[in-house]
Each structure stands twice: as structure tokens, then as C-alpha cells.
């Protein structure tokens, strides 16, 4: 006990110092080595003061935290929690918006669907959902190789990532729907027995399954899950993310920033260049028109990543983007750049220091969401004969959608994510901040 404490406020300490987390300890542990003196521990309103002393310096280390052992874990996920609001919140985005032209038809989509006209058709909630998908995936996945260079890990999540939940929804496409929609038991049969399964399934494409017809009469025919376009482009940014690292590209900020710019401005001039592909390469690698707004959104979301720090000038500039994308939305021109760059600059705060690494019990629905929303939007409007509204559609979809992916997310996607999840139940250890400081302050 240090001369003049008293007892109460030895105990005190004591019952904090018990429950303070594994990172807390470490580092106390790592400044007593490195300083070669002793840690002196005080508390006072909750805040955990280090002293340590050296032969040289005397380094204060400050922490305010909660004497409670599980409090780290319940801090991360309510990080965590706000990001998967807003992804579930993205992935309503696109079910509200694909009711219209599944209610009306595809033409119909200018006319009727509330952000394509306040754009002035520049682009549909699902456009918008899609572009800032692209940019917080760019974030989670570049800051998920640059945490953990090894690539086969790196893989390894990203598969466990999308491949089971996908899976799970193409399944269904293929045996629940004809099920449901089929207008004979015998036709669902034989739509089971196509063989071009293996070969969607290694595409990640539901979007036109030749052996199911029963959505042959509907106002948006023959599409099973239109949301599934982007996972193929999606994958192709993934594998992207390891190649860019390899290059030296991540390591070096200019870089980084000189090639979004360049994507921008190649999205800038798409209009313009109407770059046709061969079949071949458009079955492989997509549509070459929709490539620069996806490429743009997720590099932007890699720079977030690869600039750590909070944006300078931060303020200023999310109110100047904002104001640009609400002004091309007027004007009828550039939303779809002033969405990528504007949307990069105001996620860039809240993403920057967000944890990439949700703990297990940390929810991300949307992804379920964002798969099963279409067949069962489908399923619904050829069960109502047609005779139904894009708003009566929405309202009927959501619950429906909502419970699919909610078993995906308990069934699927979580018992595929355990296995690389245990290591993120240990409290995480970064003390690279410690030794820069300790190095600066012995020289």
C-alpha cells in the first residue's frame, strides 16, 4: 500500500485493477519491461491512471473504462452496431425500391420509383444502397488484409463471408420457388433437375435460371433474384484488394488517392466512352458501364482504410459533398460521381475508426435481406395474380424477408463465421502506439 492511502481506497483499487481487460494488462505489463521501474496504479471517478517510472522519463497512460470484465466485449458491439443499422438499413433501401418494377414492370421504374425522380433519373435507391455498399465493404475488406496479410486467411473469411449465406439463397431460389410458384408439382420437379445449377452457383448468379419458368408471366419476367448482379463484380473487387497490396499500393497514400481519383474520373467519362466487351468477358467479369461506379465506390472505402485518421478538414467537407450531392440531384447531371465522392467523404469519419471485427453475437441481417428480398417480392406479386401495389408489396415483403434472413443469419451465415470468430473473442492487443512512444521518448 503507498503511504497515504487508506484502506477503502486499496481495495478500491484492487477490485478495479481485477477487472480491468486483457489489453490494460498487457500494457501495463509491456511498459514495466520496457521502462524497467514499477506501475504505480491510482483511481479516481472511474479513470484509471499509469504511472510508470523509468530511469530516464515518466510515462502517463490514461484510461477511462468501466470496472467491469465484460464491458469491453458490450462497447464493441455497440461500435459496431450503428454500421450494421445502416447496412440493414441500405439493404430495406433496395427491397423498397425493387417493388416498383416488380409491381409495374421494368419501364415503369422512371415513372414510379421515388428516387429516380427526385434524381431526375439519374439513379434508383437500389443504385444508391449498391454504391455505398461498395464503399463500406471497401473499408472492412482492405482494413481486414492490411490487419492480416496473410492471403489464404484472408480468403478463407471472405468466403466464409459470402459463399454459405449465398448458397443457402440459391437453394432456395431453386427448390423453394419452383415449390410455391409452379403451377404443377410435376413442373417443380423437373425444374429440380436442371443441370445448370453447379454452373450458376459457381457464377453467383440467380438472376435468369432457364429450367424455372414460373415467373414467365409477371410484370418483371423470368428473374428469380435480380439483387444478385452485384455479387459477381463484388468477389472480382475482393480478389482486387490482395493484388493492390502486392503492388505496394496500400503502402503509399498518394498512390491510394491517385487511383481513386482515377477511377472517378473514368466514371466521370463513362458516358462518354460506351466501351463495348465481348460476350466472353461480360460472362466473366460483368457489364464493362457498371464497372467504374463500382470500382470508384469500393476504392473510395479503401481509402478510408489505407489514409488512417480522421479526415482533415472533416466538417467542411462532408457539408460540401453532402451539398454536392443534393445539387447534381437538382440539376440532373453527375449525381452518380458526386455519389461516389460525396459518399466516400461522409463515411469517412464514422468508418475510419470503426472495428472491422464485430464480436459473435453482433448481427449483420443484411446481407440476408439484401438475397431473399427479390424471390420473395417475386413470389408474392405471382400469388396476388398481379393485382397488387408497389406499396402493399413492400409492406407484405419485409416481415417475410425479414424472418428468412434472420434464420440465414442464425443457420447459415453465423455457424460458418464461428470457426474465424473464436480468435476475435480474445481481447486484441495493438502496443505498435506504445513502442513508437517509448522509442521517441528514450532517444
Not at 461506379?293 to 478538414?313: N, S
Request: charged share 15%.
Amino acid at each position: 500500500m503507498r503511504p497515504g492511502m487508506t484502506d477503502p481506497q486499496a481495495s478500491e483499487n484492487t477490485a478495479l485493477v481485477g477487472m480491468l481487460s486483457t489489453r490494460c494488462l498487457l500494457e501495463s505489463a509491456y511498459l514495466r519491461l520496457l521502462s524497467g521501474g514499477k506501475v504505480q496504479v491510482s483511481s479516481k471517478n472511474g479513470t484509471i491512471r499509469w504511472c510508470v517510472t523509468g530511469t530516464r522519463r515518466t510515462i502517463l497512460n490514461e484510461r477511462r473504462i468501466r470496472a467491469n470484465e465484460f464491458e469491453v466485449e458490450r462497447l464493441g458491439r455497440l461500435q459496431h452496431n450503428w454500421l450494421n443499422m445502416l447496412r440493414l438499413g441500405l439493404a430495406t433501401l433496395v427491397l423498397c425500391s425493387h417493388s416498383v418494377p416488380l409491381t409495374y414492370g421494368r419501364a415503369a421504374e422512371a415513372e414510379h420509383e421515388w428516387l429516380m425522380l427526385l434524381t431526375r433519373r439519374q439513379a434508383t435507391g437500389g443504385d444508391i444502397a449498391v454504391s455505398l455498399f461498395f464503399i463500406i465493404s471497401g473499408v472492412l475488406v482492405t482494413r481486414s488484409l492490411l490487419r492480416n496479410r496473410d492471403i489464404r486467411s484472408y480468403l478463407s473469411r471472405r468466403w466464409r463471408r459470402i459463399m454459405p449465406g449465398f448458397i443457402g439463397a440459391y437453394l432456395f431460389s431453386v427448390f423453394i420457388v419452383p415449390l410455391i410458384a409452379s403451377q404443377t408439382r410435376a413442373e417443380a420437379l423437373i425444374a429440380l433437375t436442371g443441370i445448370g445449377i453447379p454452373v450458376h452457383l459457381f457464377m453467383l448468379s440467380t438472376l435468369h435460371i432457364p429450367f424455372i419458368d414460373a415467373f414467365s408471366a409477371l410484370p418483371y419476367p423470368r428473374v428469380v433474384n435480380g439483387s444478385a448482379w452485384t455479387l459477381p463484380y463484388e468477389v472480382w473487387c475482393y480478389l482486387l484488394v490482395p493484388v493492390l497490396a502486392g503492388l505496394g499500393i496500400f503502402s503509399r497514400r498518394g498512390a491510394m488517392l491517385t487511383l481513386w481519383a482515377t477511377t472517378l474520373l473514368l466514371l466521370a467519362l463513362t458516358p462518354a466512352l460506351a466501351v463495348q466487351w465481348p460476350d466472353a468477358l461480360v460472362y466473366l467479369f460483368g457489364l464493362p458501364e457498371l464497372w467504374p461506379r463500382l470500382l470508384a465506390c469500393f476504392l473510395g472505402g479503401a481509402t478510408i482504410a489505407v489514409c488512417k485518421g480522421r479526415l482533415p478538414h472533416g466538417t467542411a467537407l462532408r457539408w460540401l459533398a453532402a451539398g454536392g450531392i443534393v445539387g447534381t440531384a437538382i440539376l440532373g447531371q453527375g449525381f452518380v460521381v458526386a455519389l461516389a465522392l460525396g459518399g466516400t467523404l461522409l463515411l469517412w469519419d464514422p468508418l475510419h475508426n470503426t472495428a472491422e471485427r464485430p464480436t459473435t453475437r453482433s448481427a449483420d441481417r443484411s446481407y440476408g435481406v439484401y438475397l431473399y428480398a427479390f424471390p420473395v417480392q417475386q413470389l408474392i406479386v405471382s400469388q396476388s395474380g398481379g393485382a397488387i401495389s408497389a406499396l402493399t408489396l413492400t409492406l407484405l415483403a419485409l416481415p417475410c424477408t425479414y424472418g428468412l434472413a434472420w434464420l440465414s443469419w442464425r443457420f447459415i451465415e453465423a455457424p460458418a463465421l464461428r470457426g474465424v470468430r473464436k480468435q476475435r473473442r480474445q481481447t486484441e492487443v495493438s502496443l505498435v502506439p506504445l513502442r513508437e512512444e517509448l522509442g521517441q521518448l528514450q532517444r
